[in-house]
């Protein structure tokens, strides 16, 4: 179960998203960080269960959990609020590889929490290794996508944002998988409600959601090497 505390502390500051506020409430916030990241933990034990590059790297003492900074960078934002109302981390093989494929977990009130995995706008040199494995292993990705695990926890499939409309350079409208070839953006997520967050076995159910998006990381971790 998601501490509530959590949950009150991150609408209290999207009422009061001032440094005087949050100076006076940091210590709080603090200690629940500290439960989240703990709970993160505990949540990449479970993957490195079945996703053996996780595993592998933390019995390495390569950093697989990271949890995100509150404080916005406001510098090319118009939006010039200064903090987060999500608290939000992640673990994959190497936080720091911006190549490896990701489990993302965000907490925020109201239904805007939200679970998820993939590589998000890989930049051009990796976008064109993930199309040339896609061309050559496209059945695979079908099948990866039409998972029954995948399906019944993300039911929207891939992200269609920044897909494009036309066909991308180097490949024609008549290949099979042009839809596919179409995706500029790896990421796959649903939003989870507030009495998801209540449920005392949320470490499961986030590691079995995680768990369903294995495949496809695995996929985006071979073609983007």
Known sequence: MI????????????????????????????????????????????????????????????????????????????????????????ISADVNDSLEPVYYFAIEPDGKSFIGGGIRTPERQHLDKVRTYIDAHYKKLQQILNDKALVKYFPKGLSSEFKLKKVPQGYEVTHPAIDLLRYKNFTIGESLLDA????????????????SLYQINKFLRVAGK
Request: proline share 1%; aromatic share 10%.
């Open 196 to 211: 998801e967050l209540k449920n005392s076995e949320i470490k499961k159910v986030v590691s079995d959601k995680f768990e």
């Open 3 to 90: 501490n509530p505390k959590l949950l009150t502390f991150l609408r209290s500051i999207k009422k009061n998203n001032k440094k005087e506020w949050y100076d006076e409430h940091k210590n709080q916030y603090k200690i629940l960080r500290d439960e989240f990241t703990k709970l993160l933990g505990q949540i990449r034990d479970e993957v490195a269960e079945f996703d053996k590059a996780v595993a592998g790297n933390h019995k390495k003492g390569i950093k697989t959990v990271k949890v995100f900074r509150l404080h916005r960078d406001t510098r090319f934002s118009r939006n010039k609020t200064k903090y987060k109302t999500a608290i939000s981390g992640l």
